[in-house]
C-alpha cells in the first residue's frame, strides 16, 4: 500500500503547481476582451502535462527494466558483459529518443497549436 501511495505522489506531482494557480479569484475580464479560446488551451495545458507525466513514468519503467535485466544478463555471464553493455546503451539510447520526441510533441502542441485554426 505504501508502495502504490509512492507512486501515486510522484505521478501527482506535476500537478501541484496548477492547484495554487487554479485556486486563485478570476479577474474581471471584459466578455470583449476575453479570448473564445480559452478553455480550450486550459484543456490543452492539462492534457499536455498529464500526456508527458504518464510518457516519461512508463519510460523510467522501460528504462529500469532495461538496465536490471542488463545487470541480471551479466552476472550471469560476466564475460559477455560488454555485448550485454552495448544493447543495453542501445535500447536506452532508443527509450530516451522517444521520450524526446514525446516532448517535442507536446511543446508543439502548447505553443505553436496547429488546430487554432479550426477554433476561429
Known amino acids: 500500500m505504501k508502495n502504490r501511495m509512492r507512486w501515486l505522489s510522484v505521478a501527482l506531482l506535476p500537478f501541484a503547481g496548477n492547484a495554487v494557480a487554479w485556486a486563485q479569484a478570476p479577474a474581471a475580464v471584459d466578455a470583449a476582451t476575453k479570448p473564445a479560446s480559452l478553455p480550450y488551451f486550459v484543456w490543452t495545458t492539462v492534457f499536455i502535462a498529464a500526456g508527458f507525466s504518464f510518457t516519461t513514468a512508463l519510460a523510467a519503467l522501460g528504462q529500469g527494466m532495461a538496465v536490471r535485466g542488463g545487470l ?14 552495448i544493447s543495453m546503451l542501445l535500447g536506452l539510447a532508443f527509450i530516451e529518443s522517444l521520450v524526446l520526441f514525446a516532448l517535442f510533441i507536446h511543446i508543439i502542441l502548447l505553443f505553436a497549436n496547429p488546430f487554432i485554426k479550426y477554433l476561429q
Open 72 to 85: 541480471e544478463g551479466i552476472a550471469r555471464q560476466p564475460e559477455a558483459s560488454d555485448k550485454i553493455q
